[in-house]
């Protein structure tokens, strides 16, 4: 604990022993710590000059050290209150000499990455450099996390992808995602759903997307650079904050409001006090994709379940709705608080 403020394991030990007596002697120290008699006196001074403990003046005139050599007999313990400030004031010293080292760092890379545009844009080419990119901005960002969610992933795996939006999440990051109908396709997607929902995330459908992209606290974004169908090396560009910039932005915010909100129930919950006429948790998740605009048959991939058993599911909620009509039922779904 006390480390943390700069002590050593042996000057930890030592001062630790003092505090449950603030006054003894070397001896008494000795039997208390797992330290030498020379280790403790060797601790004891530097402790007196960095000013944590004093000689106790009362005890000045025992003998209690080697043959041919005189030791207090007693060290007091100066009140930590005030012997420990100096030292956590020059740890939050240090910290905020770290921070503004690594801001003049990062803006001095900034700078350096992207010479022909300025410093707003960075190229990065590669497997491993496109997914350590894109983990510094997923896991780095501190308010917001927006994203474009389209195809299958190329750089990073959808399964790196989840653990930094979780982590991301659980730092209370807000992320919100639009994605285009065909990413609900990929294996194991829709559990990803259920899961990141369930975490806070935000997620709307579009039919279609001109892009992927992933922006960190509106301060940088990312953006692919080689087609889906590519057979080349992966490659990214980084956008730091400048007119492009905002341009991605106001594109997201453009397709946010026009996407379809996607709100699936958590697989495996149960709805407490359900009624023979409310819908189930089955039902409503077949409504949640049908009102994004998925299709039956996508539906019925999606939940794995057989079409007939989405269609059976649709009519059933057309009948506790008294709907005619597809779009019947999301008015009386959207009255109703069903989703």
């Known amino acids: ?50 000013g944590l403990v004093a000689v106790d003046a009362a005890a000045a005139t025992a003998w209690d050290g080697p043959e041919g050599e005189r030791s207090p007999a007693g060290y007091r313990l100066a009140p930590p209150s005030v012997a420990l400030a100096p030292f956590l004031v020059e740890q939050r010293n240090a910290l905020q000499r770290a921070e503004t080292a690594f801001s003049m760092v990062t803006e001095q890379y900034r700078s350096a990455v992207a010479h022909p545009a300025g410093g707003v844009v960075e190229v990065v080419v590669g497997v491993e450099q496109v997914a350590h990119r894109f983990h510094q901005l997923q896991r780095g960002a501190q308010q917001e996390l927006l994203t ?50 369930a975490a806070g995330l935000e997620l709307r459908l579009a039919d279609t997307l001109p892009l992927k992209m992933l922006v960190s606290d509106r301060e940088r974004a990312m953006v692919p650079l080689d087609m889906a169908d590519s057979d080349g090396e992966p490659s990214a560009i980084v956008v730091h904050r400048s007119g492009l910039l905002g341009a991605l932005v106001h594109l997201f915010e453009r397709e946010w409001e026009k996407a379809r909100p996607l709100r699936v129930a958590a697989g495996g919950v149960r709805v407490e006090d ?66």
Do not use: K, N
């Not at 797992?34 to 280790?39: A, H």
């Not at 990051?173 to 559990?191: H, I, K, M, S, T």
């Not at 008294?322 to 009386?332: E, T």
């Open 1 to 50: 604990m006390l480390r943390e403020l700069g002590l050593s394991r042996d000057e930890e030990a030592v001062y630790t022993a003092l505090l449950t007596r603030p006054v003894a002697s070397v001896a008494e120290l000795v039997r208390r710590t797992v330290l030498t008699e020379s280790e403790v006196i060797r601790v004891l001074d530097d402790l007196a000059l960095r």
């Open 148 to 197: 474009f969610l389209v195809g299958e992933p190329r750089a990073v795996r959808r399964a790196d992808a989840d653990v930094s939006e979780s982590f991301a999440l659980e730092r209370g990051v807000a992320f919100r995602a639009v994605a285009a109908q065909d990413y609900l396709d990929g294996d194991g997607v829709l559990g990803d759903v259920h899961a990141g929902l």
């Open 274 to 339: 359900e009624s023979p006429d409310d819908p189930t948790e089955g039902e409503l998740a077949v409504l949640a994709l049908l009102l994004a605009g998925v299709s039956d048959r996508r539906a019925a991939a999606q939940l794995g379940v057989s079409v007939r058993t989405v269609e059976r599911r649709t009519r059933r909620l057309m009948d506790l709705a008294g709907a005619d009509s597809r779009l019947q039922l999301g008015w009386h779904a959207a009255r109703a608080g069903w989703l």
